[in-house]
């Protein structure tokens, strides 16, 4: 069963341009949630996605959006880059619809760069 | 609200000895508490979770923690270490109801040596 696939894997971009990630779910995962692992800040949650709306959100500015399609990929878009938006950008996924979460299965991570 | 701090940034312990990586929570609610390990440039692996059946919770490779409602802790531990338990190891906190919204620690570095 193939993992959790995340694209690009690396990318460079320059302040105020904007980017898109795309994250594969394991097949037959329909929870995608997204992180922001940076070396000040940790892992931060972003949001998080089922059946394409979105469950929850977490302390980010608005520049930061996603979206889920029907096929359970999913996409996060950050717009006007900033320095600070350099980070290691995960995703994982799960089958867990409710009660106790956390069994999610990670991507290896986008790593963007902003310059 | 809930928190989780990760005592220890670092951790050095010598191949063959026992590790201990510790976790302190703070939660409204009852937790589920997790422990998730990360290679160099690979995503993150669940461990272990507990989530309020037994105290003490056995992991993949050897780990295990106690839920400590007393203390508000959930240490790591593993008898002996290996080489390829090198990495970095993230406790992690969440809700019932809150989907996959996961709070982490900071992470602890555990570097073993021959």
């Known amino acids: 069963k193939a993992g959790v696939t995340q694209t690009p894997r690396y990318l460079i971009k320059t302040r105020g341009q904007q980017v898109t990630l795309s994250c594969s779910p394991i097949s037959g995962h329909r929870s995608v949630s997204w992180y922001q692992q940076t070396p000040g800040q940790g892992l931060q949650f972003l949001f998080e996605?089922?059946?394409?709306?979105?469950?929850n959100k977490g302390n980010f500015p608005g520049r930061f959006s996603g979206r889920q399609f029907s096929n359970s990929r999913s996409e996060m878009n950050v717009s006007t880059l900033e320095l600070g938006d350099s980070a290691l950008y995960l995703c994982a996924s799960s089958w867990v619809e409710q009660g106790p979460s956390g069994e999610l299965f990670f991507g290896e991570g986008s790593r963007l760069t902003v310059l | 609200a809930q928190s989780v701090t990760q005592l220890d940034s670092h951790v050095s312990v010598s191949e063959g000895t026992p590790v201990l990586l510790r976790c302190n929570y703070s939660s409204s609610y009852s937790p589920s508490l997790f422990w998730y390990v990360q290679h160099p440039n690979k995503g993150l692996q669940l461990l272990l979770k507990?989530?309020?059946?037994?105290?003490l919770v056995k992991g993949i490779n050897g780990f295990e923690a106690e839920f400590k409602k007393s203390e508000t802790s959930f240490h790591l531990t593993k008898p002996s270490a290996h080489m390829s338990d090198a990495a970095e190891y993230f406790c992690v906190v969440t809700r019932r109801d809150a989907g996959n919204m996961l709070t982490f620690g900071g992470g602890t570095r555990l570097m073993v040596k021959p």
């Open positions: 996605y089922f059946s394409e709306t979105q469950r």
């Open positions: 507990y989530t309020s059946a037994a105290t």
